[in-house]
């Protein structure tokens, strides 16, 4: 058996993830990484036309965080295109040692 985790999401989280600031809903402070997509989504409004948007999520390998974000927890994620706060809103593991964390742009948010 393949050890997905340790071959193939360590190696992309070398080349791809940045670094994040995570603030639990309930701890302390933490540094972890993570790959950030802003994957872009079609919506239907009432009339059925459709929209796009985006859909900002964070792909990690579950064994290099302390543990799994809940929904609730804040995470800073910063690089060339974005610095922002961000909320949990759900977070879906793979089953193979990743997950999905989906994530809410936070407006108003002031650093305590």
């Known amino acids: 058996m393949i050890d997905f985790s340790g071959v193939v999401l360590r190696t992309c989280m070398g080349v791809f993830a940045r670094p994040v600031q995570v603030r639990p809903k309930n701890g302390t402070d933490y540094t972890a990484r993570g790959i950030f997509d802003n994957k872009a989504v079609e919506v239907l409004d009432e009339s059925g036309?459709?929209?796009?948007?985006?859909?900002?999520?964070?792909?990690?390998?579950?064994?290099?965080?302390?543990?799994?974000?809940?929904?609730?927890?804040?995470?800073?994620?910063s690089g060339p295109e974005?610095?922002?706060?961000?909320?949990?809103?759900?977070?879906?593991?793979?089953?193979?040692?990743?997950?999905?964390?989906?994530?809410?742009?936070?407006?108003?948010?002031?650093?305590?």
């Not at 977070?91 to 002031?110: C, I, N, P, Y």
């Open 49 to 77: 036309t459709s929209h796009v948007t985006t859909s900002p999520q964070l792909g990690i390998r579950l064994s290099e965080w302390p543990r799994q974000p809940i929904k609730g927890d804040q995470i800073a994620i």
């Open 82 to 112: 974005i610095l922002d706060w961000f909320g949990v809103s759900d977070v879906k593991s793979d089953g193979q040692g990743g997950a999905t964390v989906f994530l809410h742009r936070l407006t108003g948010f002031e650093d305590e």
